[in-house]
Every structure is written in C-alpha cells, then in structure tokens.
T-cell receptor, first 114, second 113 residues
Framework: GAVVSQHPSRVICKSGTSVKIECRSL??????MFWYRQFPKQSLMLMAT?????????EQGVEKDKFLINHASLTLSTLTVTSAHPEDSSFYIC??????????FGPGTRLLVL | AQSVTQLGSHVSVSEGALVLLRCNYS??????LFWYVQYPNQGLQLLLK??????LVKGINGFEAEFKKSETSFHLTKPSAHMSDAAEYFC???????????FGSGTKLNVKP
C-alpha cells in the first residue's frame, strides 16, 4: 500500500520557538495532503487541506498564521507551528491522497511544548 | 452534509469472540466509507473501504464490513477476536468535497484473554 512518512516522530521544544513537521508520500504523488490534530482519547480534528502549489485551506478556528502549511511538491508538505505554546502540545498527523479516493496516514508527530 | 456516529466509545470482548463495532453515517451524496485502525502513538492504518459494488467488503486482519444503505450503516465485524486487535477504530465518510473526510469519535476495542 501507499506509504506516508512524518518527521520527526517526537519533538520537545521551548515555548516561543517554532517547530517544523514534514510529511512525505514515499511511493506515490500526493495531489492533496491533510493535517490533523488529535487530542488524547479523541478523534482526529482536520486542521487544513493543502494542494500542491496552492495555498492551504484552513478549517474554521484554525489560525493560519500560527500553523503554516507549505505543499511545495507532490511528495512533501510541511506544517510549521510558529511561536509554540504549551497548549499547542498534541499529536499531529498528516495524510496524503493521490488520484484515488483513499487517504493514507503518516505515523504522527508528538509535539511537547515546555 | 456528512457525519459519522460510532456507538460505543469502548467495546470489550474476550479473545475468540465476535467483534462488532458500529458505525452510522449521514451523507448527502453516495458515500465512500472507510474503517481505520490506530495503535497507540501511531497514525491510522486503512482496514477496508467501500466505494461502489459489492456491499460486503473484506479488509485486512480478518475484518469485514457491510454497507447497508437502508440503515445508513457500515458496521465492522470480525468473527474471532485476537489480542492483537486491541486498538482504536475510526469510521470515516468522504465528503461531498471529495477531499474531506469526516471521522467518527472512535471506538476503543479491548480484548480480554
């Protein structure tokens, strides 16, 4: 099946710093990538949808200036959490979709802001 | 509008027993339906999906699900639970905007020895 990777798998940072998370589709071209946030014991919350070469579409309530998304190629999307605060600590998951109907998920990134 | 309801946030079965995880959906368009499994601290893995055609869909690890349009349901079953099936399971429906998925709240499956 299609493989999606995320890097890093775990990151700890100080409050006020920025953190970049990479999402890569390893064996297919992802025309669309999605970024989710998952709180403990809860479902996935879609943050934004990004299409290669265009601006991301953010869900209501998600601050686009805080969560910067770049989808520069058909295999790479990045999420940058700017000026991170402890409340940004969470599990961030990306997914990718090619020409088919299925989303393939990355393994997730655990962010802890101190 | 699309939405998914998973009845039962926690389900506990004995090893070897039938697994039944419930999912009901609402969709204003013919639905594409998915079941994903999530192990602790990992991403989601696709178990199975329904798009068109046969309404009984078989997936990985012995799971299957049946699309019942009249009941707007897509319940996940496995005849005999294994300890390794303990995980969280999410049902999802693809939205009218083809890109967007709507997830249920998840069901945590516990398998007792």
């Amino acid at each position: 099946g299609a493989v999606v990777s995320q890097h890093p798998s775990r990151v700890i940072c100080k409050s006020g710093t920025s953190v970049k998370i990479e999402c890569r589709s390893l064996d297919f071209q992802a025309t669309t990538m999605f970024w989710y946030r998952q709180f403990p014991k809860q479902s996935l919350m879609l943050m934004a949808t990004s299409n290669e070469g265009s601006k991301a579409t953010y869900e209501q309530g998600v601050e686009k200036d805080k969560f910067l998304i770049n989808h520069a190629s058909l295999t790479l999307s990045t999420l940058t959490v700017t000026s991170a605060h402890p409340e940004d600590s969470s599990f961030y998951i990306c997914s990718a979709a090619g020409s088919g109907e299925t989303q393939y998920f990355g393994p997730g990134t655990r962010l802890l802001v101190l | 509008a699309q939405s998914v309801t998973q009845l039962g946030s926690h389900v506990s079965v004995s090893e070897g027993a039938l697994v039944l995880l419930r999912c009901n959906y609402s969709s204003s368009v013919p639905p594409y339906l998915f079941w994903y499994v999530q192990y602790p601290n990992q991403g989601l893995q696709l178990l199975l999906k329904y798009t068109t055609g046969a309404t009984l869909v078989k997936g990985i690890n012995g799971f299957e699900a049946e699309f019942k349009k009249s009941e707007t349901s897509f319940h996940l079953t496995k005849p005999s639970a294994h300890m390794s099936d303990a995980a969280e399971y999410f049902c999802a429906v693809r939205g009218y905007n083809f890109n967007k998925f709507y997830f249920g709240s998840g069901t945590k499956l516990n398998v007792k020895p």
